[in-house]
């Protein structure tokens, strides 16, 4: 195992409940009569945060849940989540504390991995975007620009972001670092991202589909390149909100807001958003799948539809009714006023990608 850098548990907010005492596995000699169960060991199971130097030799921090079930010998899948622009690691977790992906790691038995962005100067504490005639500069970014700027943390997801580090780079190393440190199964490592996160989830989807078995993206827009030819049509759902102040998922498209105020341009970048089926197109258009998709669920609170294409391409975009930029079914206060980001519960987040996600091991569909 290679040696990891640096160990520090966090809080817990599910593992003290489930605890057992008792001497480990290790400990006892079993009979074939008798069944040891696992203890719980803290240095294992629950939260543990590292540091790994990544492939632009930047140093990259990555926090990792490990369920009860965890044995150390049994390969498991993995979730990664990415958090939104300017939030942390601490934030996600703490902001979906009502449904969160360690509840669901627990009942399915996987491990979450919340990686940390990078920041326009890595060396520098990280701090909040601040505002600027509606613009932030994205060509260079020095000591000197802090103060005026912020230093937020975020992904790059090639079109907002003004983070400079290799993410696509740091997120293909951490699948590597993460077979080295547990058992793992590579057909099954997945991603889920938030916001800014769900669109590094985006590009994630274009630069790393080889690697990754199925993709989500929440809140999160996207802006297909010219010409792009995917090596796997990965599996790929989205969610995204029909009262999200950034216009993402607008039907009209139009410039992002925040918290109402408009930005014609934002991180150096316009925030034009292209009307939300011109996105959809253009993704359903690169994996090969149909024009004409099949309606899953349409009602008052929910639409959805899937688009299938050859070799069980596939892909989903829901759109839920009255909800904005938020985690569907975290009903708690969140971030911004209620009356431009409502929330909503119509669908349960992680219980929604999950179910998707358990559907797909790379493979399936094959590459093209």
Excluded at 44 to 52: A, D, L, P, T, W
Excluded at 121 to 140: A, R, T, V
Excluded at 283 to 293: D, M, Q, T
């Amino acid at each position: 195992m290679k040696k990891i850098l640096l160990l520090t548990p966090l809080a817990g907010l599910l593992v003290a409940s489930m605890i057992l005492t008792g001497s480990s596995s290790k400990d006892k000699t079993p009979t074939a009569s008798v069944t040891v169960e696992p203890a719980y060991d803290h240095e294992i199971q629950g939260f543990h945060s590292f540091e790994m130097t990544a492939v632009d030799g930047r140093t990259r921090k990555y926090t990792v849940y490990v369920p009860w079930s965890y044995d150390r010998v049994t390969p498991l899948p993995v979730v990664m989540h990415l958090h939104g622009g300017a939030a942390n690691v601490e934030d996600v977790i703490q902001y979906q504390s009502q449904h969160n992906w360690q509840i669901k790691a627990e009942q399915e038995n996987f491990l979450v991995v919340y990686p940390l962005g990078s920041r326009p100067n890595n060396d520098e504490p990280p701090s909040g975007m601040k505002m600027y005639e509606g613009q932030l500069p994205i060509e260079s970014y020095g000591p000197e620009d802090i103060d005026k700027w912020g230093n937020p943390t975020a992904w790059d997801d090639r079109w907002i972001s003004i983070a400079t580090g290799d993410d696509v780079g740091f997120i293909d190393g951490l699948i590597d670092q993460l077979d080295a440190d547990y058992a793992i199964d590579l057909n099954r490592v997945y991603v889920s991202g938030i916001s800014n996160g769900g669109m590094m989830a985006w590009r994630l989807a274009e630069e790393l589909n080889h690697r990754l078995a199925a993709v989500a993206s929440v809140v999160g827009t996207h802006r297909m390149p010219e010409g792009v030819e995917l090596q796997r049509a990965v599996p790929f759902i989205s969610i995204v909100g029909d009262h999200d102040d950034r216009k993402i998922g607008s039907l009209e498209g139009g410039y992002m807001d925040f918290f109402g105020t408009p930005f014609p341009k934002f991180l150096g970048s316009s925030t034009w958003q292209e009307p939300w089926q011109n996105q959809v197109n253009a993704w359903v258009k690169a994996i090969g799948a149909s024009p004409e998709p099949e309606v899953i669920r349409d009602d008052e609170r929910v639409t959805a539809r899937v688009y299938r294409g050859p070799e069980g391409a596939e892909f989903q975009d829901w759109r839920i009714h009255d909800m904005g930029h938020t985690w569907p079914g975290m009903m708690e206060p969140g971030v911004g006023p209620e009356a431009v980001n409502p929330r909503s519960d119509a669908v349960i987040g992680e219980d929604l990608i999950w179910d998707f996600f358990s559907r797909f091991s790379l493979g399936n569909p094959s590459s093209k």
